[in-house]
């Protein structure tokens, strides 16, 4: 079975719909055909300032979503990041060979320095380095995200190579895994940007764990394009286009019989059944959430195996990878 590896930050109190359908959604199917490792990155959510009680309830919280969401630990190696100190030991070696200025190119980077830039850690800057050994300690022949995550993938596909080249065979090349209808949720107020947990207003982002009836008015007041025909053009009509990815996305239904279903009706129909749709969702989500949450002995054993499993994977390759550059094995 094909390897598959990927990781969401524990940096909000929910998850949001384009966390889901960008990524999560591909999590929970390829546990069924691949060797499936997920993991809450917290080490990741401490780069921008943050407060450590929270953090540990997010991550919780964040692990919680995950299985509701599907993820089943008889499937896949659920585990939190921080749980596996290989992580951080790999993280250094790579950035020991990652350029200043190749660092300095990451778009998500210069985004959000540029927005804060009095507080900008080091952290934010080294972060997609510790992403690629999130990626390449389990050798993972795939990474589900979204389009947002594109150029980190291609910089952990640069460091492997180089890694591979300098010290010999050490790391499978990894391939970016990204739907391309779903690659890039956007915002309900603003859909030419995509949803997300920093930047967008609240009413701009579906949050899973909200109240239902909020989402519902949140889709129902999504800002929706010039005309009044329902059709699906990207360039023309975001805000629609965005909303009936969305439809097919939770329904087994296509776009083209969207269209076909809509002909000759407006928007206002449109947003009335994707808001039921919407709230059709999310509600088994918040139960199975709150469930999950309400037994933390269960949760806490689940990511303690979840932990041990990724830790015979993730200390093979530290140890490959320390050898392979050099460090004298401890006797
Ligand atoms: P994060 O926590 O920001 O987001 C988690 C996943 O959700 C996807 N995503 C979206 N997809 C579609 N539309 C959107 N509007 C949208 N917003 C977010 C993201 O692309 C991502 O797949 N750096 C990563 C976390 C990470 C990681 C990893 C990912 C750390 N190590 C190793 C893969 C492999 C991040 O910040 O994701």
């Not at 546990?31 to 921008?48: F, N, P």
């Not at 929706?224 to 286009?241: A, W």
């Not at 999310?282 to 139960?287: A, N, R, S, T």
Request: charge should be negative; hydrophobic fraction near 40%.
């Amino acid at each position: 079975r094909p390897r598959v590896l990927s990781g969401i930050q524990p940096t909000a109190d929910s998850f949001h719909l384009g966390n889901y359908l960008g990524a999560v959604r591909n999590w929970v199917a390829m546990q069924e055909s691949h060797d499936a490792y997920y993991c809450v990155v917290d080490l990741h959510a401490i780069t921008m300032g943050h407060d450590p009680a929270a953090l540990r309830q997010r991550t919780r919280v964040s692990a919680a979503q995950l299985l509701a969401l599907g993820l089943d630990p008889e499937r896949c190696t659920l585990f939190v990041q921080s749980h596996v100190p290989e992580h951080a030991q790999l993280g250094w070696v790579l950035s020991c060979i990652t350029g200043f200025g190749e660092a300095g190119r990451m778009v998500q980077f210069k985004d959000k320095s540029a927005k804060a830039a009095d507080t900008t850690t080091v952290g934010l800057f080294t972060y997609p380095i510790l992403q690629a050994a999130d990626i390449l300690l389990y050798q993972a022949d795939q990474v589900p995200v979204g389009e947002d995550q594109r150029q980190h993938l291609e910089l952990t596909r640069d460091l492997a190579q180089r890694y591979n080249t300098r010290f010999g065979p050490t790391f499978t090349i990894p391939s970016a895994y990204i739907l391309k209808d779903t690659a890039k949720i956007t915002d309900l107020q603003d859909p030419t940007a995509k949803m997300s947990k920093s930047a967008s207003s609240p009413n701009g982002i579906i949050e899973l764990l909200e109240d239902p009836a909020r989402s519902a008015k949140k889709i129902k007041s999504a800002v929706t394009d010039t005309g009044r025909e329902i059709l699906y053009d990207e360039e023309n009509k975001p805000g629609v286009s965005n909303l009936l990815t969305i439809y097919a996305a939770l329904t087994t239904r296509t776009i083209d019989e969207l269209l076909e279903q809509y002909d000759g009706r407006g928007y206002g129909d449109l947003k009335k059944d994707l808001a039921e749709i919407v709230v059709d969702f999310v509600k088994p989500i918040q139960e199975r959430t709150r469930a999950y949450l309400d037994d933390p002995d269960h949760l806490d054993k689940v990511l303690a195996i979840g932990a041990e499993k990724a830790r015979a994977v993730a200390s093979v390759t530290l140890a490959e990878a320390y050898r392979n550059i050099g460090f004298l094995s401890p006797a």
